[in-house]
């Protein structure tokens, strides 16, 4: 079991998450384009609805985010604001999109919305971690690698490739090694508890 911290920080996966490389998926980034984005909380239940327009015709490319929040009391509150859209040059032509945090200005990739907040800013203004950074103790580490494993073995399609391992092929082997690692400490650790 992991330690549970009582004071621990909130985690981007808990969050909803506006990111640029769904936005190309869904060709919002081409001209003036409108959308709708909607998230539902594991956590919660609750659902969460965007609607978005995203301007890269002007001098001063942006997208609007339009969307309402109800508080404890029930009380409703629309927003409605605009995100700056930078670009930077690619290697081989064409340019690549990146929101600016509208609290720091810093230049991202993914902008959230954290539980209990209102408008959607960088993981840095909304202090947020991963889930797999609050996981502290042995188990807590060995039962999410463990879960990689399963999730990477699912994906593998070819083991080799011209007599080598493919790239998760190593990846699965370094993981596995990792949790020979952690359990050897987890057993170092229940020993010292045994004592």
Known sequence: MARCYRNRKATADE???????????RGLLSGQ??????????????????GLTVDITTDDPCARLVYALTDKGGNKTDYDYKV????????????????G????????????????????????CNNLSYHSRNESSPYGILGQTSREIDNLRGQIKRWTWRGRPTRKVRKLHALEQKVGIISSQAITHLNKLKA
Not at 15 to 25: D, F
Not at 33 to 50: C, L, Q
């Open 15 to 25: 969050s909803c998450r506006l990111t640029m490389p769904y936005l190309r998926k």
């Open 33 to 50: 384009t409108t959308g709708k984005i909607s998230w539902t909380s594991s956590m919660t239940g609750k659902k969460t609805a965007v």
């Open 84 to 99: 700056s859209l930078t670009t930077t040059d690619c290697n081989f032509g064409g340019v690549r999109y990146w929101f």
């Open 101 to 124: 945090c509208p609290d720091c200005g810093r230049r991202v990739a993914v902008l959230y919305l954290a539980l209990g907040d209102i408008y959607f800013r960088c993981r840095h």
